[in-house]
Nanobody
Framework: QLRLVESGGDLVQPGGSLRLSCGTS????????IGWWRQAPGKEREGVSC????????YYTDSVKGRFTMSRDNAKNTVYLQMNDLKPEDTAIYYC????????????????WGQGTQVTVSS
């Protein structure tokens, strides 16, 4: 179900940074695990990162460890993905998903999604 809104995607040069935001007015995000997924043309959707409900834990796929960081601002009901040292292979549409359960390696575990925001890393 489309209930989330992503923003912050842009065109950036390699080595640059972006901060993506995921929010909604429909429900309280702190009660949900929030995952960031990305999909490049011709590729399947790839799990990037996930922050558990109540920030119990965070997870990052190996390719972004040390570069990407998730966080929450509960007062704004918003989840962020800070992306540093961006690489061309990070180019994709980025989606956030909300799971009422745990962080899930399967995208089918996320009940709510946004429409995506485009991140393009190019010189």
């Amino acid at each position: 179900q489309l209930r989330l809104v992503e923003s912050g995607g842009d065109l950036v040069q390699p080595g640059g940074s972006l901060r993506l935001s995921c929010g909604t007015s429909a429900f309280t995000l702190q009660y949900y695990a929030i995952g960031w997924w990305r999909q490049a043309p011709g590729k399947e959707r790839e799990g990037v990162s996930c922050i558990a409900a109540y920030n119990v834990s965070t997870y990052y796929t190996d390719s972004v460890k040390g570069r990407f960081t998730m966080s929450r601002d509960n007062a704004k009901n918003t989840v962020y993905l800070q992306m540093n040292d961006l690489k061309p292979e990070d180019t994709a549409i980025y989606y956030c998903g909300a799971s009422p359960h745990n962080c899930d390696a399967d995208y089918e575990g996320y009940n709510y999604w946004g429409q995506g925001t485009q991140v393009t890393v190019s010189s």
